[in-house]
């Protein structure tokens, strides 16, 4: 067994608890670079320890992530076919909720493909996206209005009916710290669409030790997020999954600090991740998880035959959507 799993406990600093103690559960990246990976032995969040800095995390966020994690300056037209089917399935399913919002926000917008749609349902759209070269595409290639830069450095010009951080969250260095900022641009009666990947998903289908890299700073399950819902002073409206969740600002004022993590959680988190680690998780076997990504390839393909271009993907599915609205 690997000596780290053993430690007891080490000095580490929480950002969302305040504890200075934790379980140090990996050394390594996904790619088998130095990281350490820890759970915080209050509050039960696992956390890469240290937490970078600003300034390193502003450098790598505008200029490597997109190119780390997709391998490409601009998004490409498998990504359109993938991004615009899953977040037209999302807006079918909670329509009840996007349906009232007039102005919206989408803070790392990415690729563009929430605007795109919301846009063309009507709504006034305005994104967040600290990466230039995705901000570039979404601005000539959509006629998406994007701003380059950071929430910490965003000064919205008006207040937003429904804000959206997917796949956000997790990239941040203070978490409840900047939703509670966020809150703060909503209108009345407004409400946010938070969604973090989940920790004991990622367990179950990444290869072992697969799962941490830099980017990823925090690693939620329902139970951390829960808690930083808490500390961010947000109340729940409509779960949409462990990790995922339409939320408002409570009526509480000022912040919070997480409730203490019962000791079994935190234990079960340990050994969950060594089991991870023994590759003892997973459930599909290797030919089954080799067809699923050939069906997924020829899905795509299917979608992309024929059209050149993000924006004609983009026109097809807002026009499948609003079939599907009103049918």
Known sequence: MNNDFDRPVIESSCALCGGSHAHLIERKDRSGHPLDVVICDHCGVVHNDPIPDAAELS????????????????????????????VSQHLLEHWHLYRAPGAVLDVGS??????????????????????EDYSVFCRQDLGLPITTGEIDTFQPAARFDHIRLSHVVEHLRDPAGCLREVSKWLNPGGHLYIEVPDFHTYGRNKRPGGMFHFGHIYNFDADSFDRLLGAAGLAVLHRSGPTSAFVTPSLRSGPVSPPAAPREEILGKIDFYRQHRHGLLRKNSLLRRLRHKIHKLVHEHRIILGRSDYAGIGSQSASLLKHRLTS
């Open 110 to 131: 990415g690729s563009g493909e929430f605007l795109y749609l919301m846009r063309e349902l009507g709504k006034s759209v305005h994104g967040i996206e600290p990466n």
């Open 59 to 86: 450098r790598f966020y505008s200029m490597e992530y997109r190119l780390q994690y997709k391998n490409t300056h601009r998004p490409k037209l498998r990504h359109a076919a993938r991004y615009f089917a899953s």
